[in-house]
């Protein structure tokens, strides 16, 4: 199994980026997914998760309102749009991918994960 993701950046506080996490040697429709991150000394946490269908989305408070998950089963890919970054957001953003149906918000229930791309917003 390989998660490889894209779109990570720079920006300035206020602006957009989308990431992107293709999934290769899985079946993607039966995949739970979901997106982490992790700031410089700091654990690793959960940002937000989407069941298999896509029908169903989690998301920690932080980026409620903000950040978007969703998830192009016929393409095999993850996106996560996160609108409005404020520097808080700085952080290295993991996908992972699990085989529960539902939206998984345990770190520890994830078997899979990409490498992360960094995300900057500048204070």
């Known amino acids: 199994v390989q998660l490889v993701e894209s779109g990570g950046g720079s920006v300035l506080a206020g602006n957009s980026l989308k990431l992107s996490c293709k999934v290769f040697g899985r079946t993607f429709s039966r995949t739970g997914l979901g997106w982490f991150r992790q700031a410089p000394g700091k654990e690793r946490e959960f940002v937000a998760a989407?069941?298999?269908?896509?029908?169903?989305?989690s998301y920690a408070d932080s980026v409620k309102g903000r950040f978007t998950i969703s998830r192009d089963n016929a393409g095999n890919t993850l996106y996560l749009q996160m609108n409005n970054l404020q520097p808080d957001d700085t952080a290295v953003y993991f996908c992972?991918?699990?085989?529960?149906?539902?939206?998984?918000?345990?770190?520890?229930?994830?078997?899979?994960w990409g490498r992360g791309p960094q995300v900057t917003v500048p204070s």
């Open positions: 989407i069941s298999w269908s896509g029908g169903s989305q």
């Open positions: 992972a991918a699990n085989a529960d149906a539902d939206t998984i918000t345990e770190i520890e229930k994830y078997d899979s």
